[in-house]
């Protein structure tokens, strides 16, 4: 089990991806067992480590910080390339 199975169970419900659900003070009890569900069903894949839900919840938050990451070094690549390449 790759990074997109992760990816598209957290494209199922945007609101995990975000870390928040809009409930106030009920959001952290409703993240943290849609995050049990999501670790039931990403755990029956059968193709890799079973994990916990907050164990599931790291490696998203993980992959999504590389994503911004990444996202941010390319932008600035591009920027720095088309200035240096239009003098």
Known sequence: MGPSFVENST???PN???DSV???GRSNETINRKWVELAIC???H???ATKNGQCWRRVSLCYISLFIL???LIHNFYNCAESYFSL
């Open 16 to 18: 995990l991806a975000k």
């Open 11 to 13: 494209q199922i419900n």
């Open 70 to 72: 990444f996202s941010s």
């Open 42 to 44: 990403l755990n029956t």
């Open 46 to 48: 059968g193709s890799g």
């Open 22 to 24: 809009g409930l106030g």
